[in-house]
C-alpha cells in the first residue's frame, strides 16, 4: 500500500447566454450527461491532437487486452478511468540505474517522444443537484488538473455548443471540520520542500541545491497517547483562518520550518481515519490522502484506488444521487 492524494472539483454547466443558472446535468436540453460522456468521451480523447502549445500529448489507459480503461457505475452516476500524459519537445536519455556512469544509456528519447504517466479519474454527475464533482489523482507535485479541465471544456464546448463549463476546488468544510474539531489526533507532520541558504548551512549541506533536499518533522502519538493542548488548539485556529497559523514559535523557524512549510493532520473520528493537508502556504485548502495498492509497474491499482475514491465520495454525505 502507498499514500496517493485526490484532488476533488466541483464543476457545472451554463448556457453562455447566462452564466448564473446552473443546469441539471442530467437534462442538458433533454441530454444526460452521463450517458453523453460514456458514449462520446473515448472517442473524443483518442481523436485529440497533441498540444503543440504546451508540447503535450494525451490518451486514456489500455488494458493487457488494448481496451480503454473506462467504466461507468450507475449506482452512484459516475464514470472513471485512466489518463494518461507526457511532455514532449526535449531529448533526453534513459538510463539503468545500475549501470556504471560511463555506460551507454538505454536509450535517446527524441523530441517526438513522450513519457506517458497514469492518473486515475472519476467524474461524479450528480440526479439531484445542479453541480458535480470531479476526484484526480495527485502522485507527489504530479497531478492533471490543467490537462483534465482543459478536456473537459473543449468537449462540452464541442458537444454542447451553447453552453459553459465552470469548475472550482472543493473543500467540504463540514466533512473536514468533523475530524480537525471532533477527531482524535494521531500525528502531525511538517513539511518543508525546499531549504532556505542559512538553514542548509546548519544541516552542512550547503554545497548541494538545497531544492534537493526534503525537511520533516513528524510529532505521533505512541500507544493510547493522543495528541491534544497547544498543538491541537493551533491546528483548530489554522482551519479557522488564523493568520499567525501553527508556526508562531522562533524556534520552529530556527530548524526550517516556516511559512513556506505544510502541515499533515492525521485524525481519527468514528472509526474513520483521514489526513489532512493545510498546504498552499498554509492556506486551507485540502487535498485528500488515500492508501492504494501498488501494480507490479509502480503505479495505482485501478480497483484500489477506484473504491478508495469512492469511499471518499460516500464520506462526504452529499446526497449528489
Known sequence: MEERKLEVLRFYITSKHNKQEKLPLYDIEGVD??????????????????????????????DLEGASIFHK?????????????????????????????DETPVFRMMKNHALQKPFFFLICISSKKNEGLIFLEREGQFGIKQVFTLILSKY?????????????????????????????YNKIRLVRN????????????????????????????????????????????????????????????????????????NS?????????NLSDTLKFRPYYDIKVEITSTGHSDFRSIEGACIQLLNDFSLDLY
Not at 33 to 50: A, C, G, S, V
Not at 79 to 100: A, H, L, M, P, W
Not at 269 to 275: A, D, G, L, W
Open 194 to 265: 525546499s531549504l532556505p541558504g542559512d538553514i542548509a548551512e546548519k544541516y552542512g549541506l550547503e554545497t548541494f541545491e538545497t531544492d534537493d533536499f526534503v525537511l520533516e518533522l513528524s510529532i505521533r502519538s505512541k500507544g493510547k497517547r493522543r495528541i491534544g493542548g497547544n498543538a491541537r488548539k493551533r491546528i483548530q485556529e489554522i482551519f479557522e483562518n488564523n493568520p499567525d497559523g501553527f508556526f508562531t514559535s522562533q524556534d520552529f523557524r530556527k530548524i526550517g520550518f516556516d511559512d513556506e512549510a505544510s502541515i499533515h493532520v
Open 73 to 101: 457505475k450507475d449506482s452512484i452516476r459516475s464514470i472513471s478511468g485512466i489518463i494518461e500524459t507526457g511532455k514532449y519537445g526535449k531529448e533526453e536519455n534513459v538510463v539503468d540505474i545500475n549501470r556504471k556512469k
Open 33 to 62: 450527461l452521463l450517458e453523453n460522456l460514456f458514449t462520446n468521451l473515448i472517442p473524443f480523447i483518442d481523436d485529440l491532437p497533441p498540444d503543440e502549445r504546451n508540447k503535450r500529448v494525451v490518451q486514456l489507459g489500455k
Open 268 to 276: 481519527t473520528y468514528k472509526n474513520s481515519s483521514r489526513t489532512i
Open 156 to 184: 462540452i464546448n464541442l458537444n454542447f455548443p451553447e453552453h459553459t463549463f465552470h469548475f472550482s476546488n472543493f473543500i467540504d468544510q463540514e466533512f473536514v471540520k468533523k475530524f480537525i474539531n471532533d477527531g482524535v
